[in-house]
């Protein structure tokens, strides 16, 4: 493979110490290289071979625990070039511009102007959604009535909204670079004219908007939205604990269910008196329930199941009801308090989580592990302090953290150079399903929707984007989750996910082509009907460059390869068309669009 | 010659061998490889209403008594006819396992355990691991038809349905999602020949092949350009039997399942196929719904080893059937029960040691220690039960082995 921008693609290796994984389950994503944070980036020689062994920060910290030194491994890091592409891929779903590309191999140093430049826009908004919900798991699919004002709504399209709110406030909080512990502590909602027509909230407002918090309900951001509640439901009988272990989960990346239970044999089980009474005097049940059912009891005065089937009517009334938030007096008989604190509603539970070491430490921990493609256990605690101090002296704003991922060697990291230790060396990162929609939809300007208006007028109106559904799309077949049965993306390939990019790339091929060349509107063909070698060659050329960022030769290898398909298709067929649909939809689909 | 089957039979006898019956006096060793069916049943089951049968903690006087098949007690009632009846027929081919000590009350953590044996959910799960085995070159390998499945690193040979079936749509997508003329995004289509599906992938395998000779030669980098590489050959592969996929529509029941799952492992498809039985056991409210929904969930179990009976199948395949966890002997105040960490579990079908019961569960459903070669709970060497054993041991009893993923002594009494 010819590329002529930057240096290629091997030319600065670094030497890091790589924990093992001692998961004997083994895991797609168990590289753990260390990390040096953004400002540290260019201390990597990009003219040299290698860096030394003490050019990382990580080679300070390669003992282990018992003083064993953990072995080292040579790894490769990406050009200017290629690291713009995984920063542009990652952070919007895009490629970057043909006029960046070619700026970032001018000047390297232009980097971080880039990576704050690609924190804008609908794409980066979608992705900040997406890491969200990777904690809050608020994004399923359902139906919820639709009621007068809303009769002509699909259900699925009121579910969808009412669901997106708390995601939504994520979004706000990150892109107007407000201080993170908003997420927690912030007094606004977030509604669009659905939510605000399921709700009653009469502003005068259209499309999503900020809108301050109705009702009595304390400013909590995210605790004080339905959507959280709407997803992580209450079972009457367990007292809200299951919420108090989402919030647990996701803001302080502490999860009661990593804990083992090991059954006392001496506690009666079928005795549901003694079994309440263990909770609190029994050291097993109590180091759980001591601090669990405290944080539940914050939760009292919202409902266990906060939209059901009974709803005769919008708007919805108030669900925060504060007459009962002193119902745990008759249940768990545990006031409300966060680990051993004295707090008294969600107002004040957000304000403790705000304050908490642990929750800037968590953010740390979440971001780094999604925009690397991690497990949260696999970051280790040297990046996590690393990248917390960043975040602190930002004022807590999330697009400096971010800035710090995307700029670190970490992020750099294009594989191992031998194959000592390239088992735990993750250089490629996968696209989910709705990265690739934004790619293609930003090459071809083809989105993959349906219109269920079109197939039955009855249904009301909403569109379906099938590459982000999972209920009618492919979104989990496509490799990524549903919020419910399926709560991590894949890592790599399969039959269901190689099949849904064929068909992506061949419906965004067929419209691209279409449009490009019946129109001639150019978006990325611009050679018109011309069939000719010469003019194939320079158009596949210019393809390379735009969909994989690779400056190749028209007479090079790889446009050999790309321009014998063509010729083989058009061959075959007669048909310009037909045979740049092919191509395009070959080169749509192609590893380094699935890979980046 | 040797055919690949009985080549794949010889490996795995010596694998299984490895992990069950050595040095004792019972030879607990699958005799042969065989395919894997597990069944979910997701929301907790209430194990005192059917297979480990405790009238007074039912509470519900829809029962009528204890019935014994072969060894297996079961609570029977004539207001929940399949359950028995689902012993009556295929008791003499199952076995029942108790005291499995999950050690978790939430859903996620107790299903990643159930699966994988593991609590993270990133090791592989029992199909998976058998799939891998067995027959890695198939379409397929693993089919998730159900809505649980863990992959691990065994991402490339498994697969989803989709929840509604949407496999249909990306094997046939011209019958599934018409376009119309008033999209914005309205195009004539374009649907490869097979020539130019050819082509096409001989080209992307070119690519590929340039990837690993650069980025992609060395471990994970590799392994990548390797999955790459498969999932071409294996969508090609389902594309060529979309007929065996059923159609896109509403949620798929658990005799939808069924079908699907046997279709699959009958036309060599897949190895091992997951299926879900999502009836609503999580009865925290009213938990004498428990008796109804067992009697759909094992009527479900009944058919399925009617069909893979018809179809020659039993012999060759396993099946397994659990859930994450099992329920409080206590009601709460909403006549529910909650989650409880300790469950029962089940197989039936080919090399398992019907009519038989292992291990136990005292009286408030604590897990009783077992020997895993004899399942005793009063003599030989005792141990607890858990997550990690029971996956190794089913993936025994397929005739596998669980051990690059699961590391705990598989429980193998069920071997027949």
Known sequence: MTRTHGLGWCMATLLVACGGNEDAAGSDADTDTGFTTGADTDAVDETSASTTAGETEAEDESGDETGETEPEVELEVLSPPEHLIRISMALRGTRPSTEDLAAIEADPDRMPEFVDAYMQGDGFAEVVRDLHNDALLTRVEGALPNYAPLEDVRPQRIADSVTATALKLAELVVLDDRPYTELVTGDTWMVDDVVAAVYGITDGGSGWREVPIPGDRPAAGILSDNAFYLRHESAGANFHRGRANAVSTAFLCFDYEDNNIELDDNIDLTDAEAVAMALTTNPACQACHETLDPLASHFFPLPGNVMNNDIPSYPVPDLYRPANADDWQQTTGRAPGYFGQETSDIGELGQAIAEDPRFTACAARRFYAYFLQRRLDEVDGDTVDALEATFQDSGLQARALIRAIMLSDDFRVAGAASAEGADEVQGYLRARPFQLALLLEDLTGFRWEIDPTLIDPGQGEGIIDLSRSAAVGFAVLGGGGDSFTVIESAHTMNATTSLFIRQLASEAASYVVEHDLREGEGALLTLGDAVDEASVREQLASLFFRLYGEAVESNGPDVDDAYALFAALHGASGDHERAWKATLAALLQDFSITFY | ?416
């Open chain 2, 1 to 416: 010659m040797i055919s690949r089957r009985q080549f794949l039979g010889s490996s795995a006898a010596l694998a299984a061998a490895s992990l069950c019956g050595i040095g004792t006096s019972r030879a607990s060793v699958a005799d042969k490889p065989r395919r894997l069916i597990t069944v979910f049943v997701r929301g907790g089951w209430d194990i005192a209403h059917s297979i480990d049968p405790k009238p007074e903690l039912v509470a519900t006087p829809d029962y009528d008594d204890v019935t014994m098949y072969g060894d297996i007690p079961i609570l029977t009632s004539a207001t929940r006819p399949n359950i028995g009846g689902f012993f009556e027929e295929h008791g003499s081919m199952a076995s029942v396992v108790h005291g499995v000590n999950v050690r978790s009350i939430s859903h996620k953590v107790c299903t990643r355990k159930m699966f994988t044996g593991m609590p993270s959910g990133t090791g592989p799960d029992m199909g998976a691991i058998v799939a891998n085995e067995f027959a890695r070159d198939y379409p397929m390998p693993y089919l998730i038809v159900g809505a649980n499945g863990f992959t691990g690193p065994l991402g490339v040979i498994s697969g989803r349905v989709g929840p509604s079936g949407q496999i249909n749509a990306l094997l046939d997508p011209q019958d599934n999602f018409p376009r119309f003329e008033a999209s914005p995004y309205f195009h004539d289509g374009f649907e490869a020949s097979g020539s130019e599906q050819a082509a096409i992938e001989a080209f992307l395998n070119a690519r590929a092949e340039r990837e690993r000779a650069t980025r992609g030669m060395h471990g994970a980098n590799a392994a990548r350009v390797s999955d790459f590489e498969e999932s071409l050959l294996k969508g090609t592969a389902l594309r060529d039997n979309a007929q065996y996929f059923g159609s896109i529509g509403q949620e798929l029941s658990l005799s939808d399942q069924v079908s699907l799952a046997l279709t699959a492992l009958e036309r060599d498809l897949s190895w091992s196929v997951s299926i879900t039985a999502n009836l609503g056991f999580d009865t925290h409210d009213n938990n004498a719904e428990q008796g109804a929904l067992q009697n759909g969930l094992f009527g479900g179990l009944s058919n399925l080893a009617n069909e893979l009976i018809a179809r020659g199948m039993i012999d060759d395949t396993v099946v397994a059937v659990f859930s994450e966890m099992s329920r409080t002997p206590a009601l709460n105040a909403a006549l529910g029960k909650d989650h409880h960490p300790v469950t029962s579990a089940m197989v039936f079908g080919g090399g398992v040691a019907g009519g038989t019961v292992h291990g136990g569960n005292g009286d408030s459903v604590n897990a009783l220690d077992v020997d895993f070669e004899t399942g005793s709970t009063t003599d030989g060497d005792l141990r607890t039960l858990d997550s990690q054993s029971w996956v190794s041991g089913v993936v025994a009893l397929a005739g596998g082995d669980a051990s690059p993923y699961v590391a705990a002594d598989p429980f193998c009494a069920f071997i027949g």
